[in-house]
């Protein structure tokens, strides 16, 4: 049975419902931020996304605007009553971006960052972990292990997909990693189709995919204008495109 995980009043992940979490690759400034609040507010949806932190492949490119950005995402989440993930990478950083974010969210580049993930586990802070580009399932459910063993069972596994030999996406969603997980543990899994594709067009029918295959949720990247973007606009869908999205699946989802 999976594990419901509770974050803070009334929102949960894992309870059977399909939970749909919105936001930009990266926090640029306030006005951005503001603007995707009140969008996915408008659609009442409770979980907000985005990047104060940002491990890119290129040194060049932007690395987010790290604790201010945590500010403006704490200034939205209070506005609007979101709960907010994002990404710490640096295992110095836990116990202060625990005072402006619920969900701590492990990207795929630090899936075995093994320190990190020792002093989340040590909070009782839900945790996304996000399978690493080029893990297997056994890898990324014992680095689950090492948040779990230290005391942390709040755990939540995102699929974001897996570096394979095709270049048509950006990444191979593997999305039979859902039944998998729900085989072999009892964490809540949600699927990552911006990351897991890289395609815009491809977005829809990975949710739909996740969706039915039992996913607890999906993590998708919305932005303003995603042509204008500092971090991955090729695969942020915009405001039209995500509402378009958000009652496509509300409408299965109820029929379901």
Not at 67 to 94: A, H, N, Q, T
Not at 153 to 162: D, F
């Amino acid at each position: 049975m999976t594990k419901v995980i509770n974050i803070g009043n009334e929102a949960k992940i894992g309870d059977g419902s399909f939970s749909i979490i919105g936001g930009p690759c990266a926090v640029e400034n306030y006005a951005q931020m503001e603007k995707v609040g009140c969008f996915l507010n408008s659609l009442n949806i409770k979980f907000l996304r985005g990047g104060a932190f940002k491990p890119r492949t290129s040194p060049n490119s932007f690395q987010g605007l790290g604790f201010e950005g945590f500010k403006i995402l704490k200034e939205i989440k209070e506005k609007y009553d979101f709960k907010v993930v994002s990404e710490v990478m640096d295992p110095r950083d836990v116990e202060k971006a625990s005072e402006y974010i619920d969900i701590i969210q492990i990207g795929s580049r630090n899936m075995q960052n093994y320190v990190l993930l020792k002093e989340i586990g040590k909070t009782e802070k839900p945790v996304l972990l996000k399978r690493g580009m080029s893990s297997t399932i056994k890898e990324w459910i014992m680095a689950a292990e090492y948040i779990k063993k230290e005391g942390n069972e709040n755990i939540i596994l995102c699929e974001r997909g897996i570096r394979t030999f095709e270049d048509y996406s950006r990444n191979t969603l593997d999305l039979v990693s859902v039944p998998i997980i729900k085989s072999k543990t009892d964490y809540p899994i949600l699927v990552d189709p911006s990351h897991g594709t890289g395609r815009k067009e491809l977005i829809l029918p990975a949710t739909k995919a996740a969706l039915a295959i039992g996913a607890d949720g999906v993590i998708i990247e919305v932005h303003p204008e995603p042509s204008k973007a500092l971090s991955d606009g090729f695969q942020s869908l915009d405001f039209s495109q995500f509402k378009s999205l958000f009652n496509e699946i509300k409408k299965i989802n109820e029929l379901v």
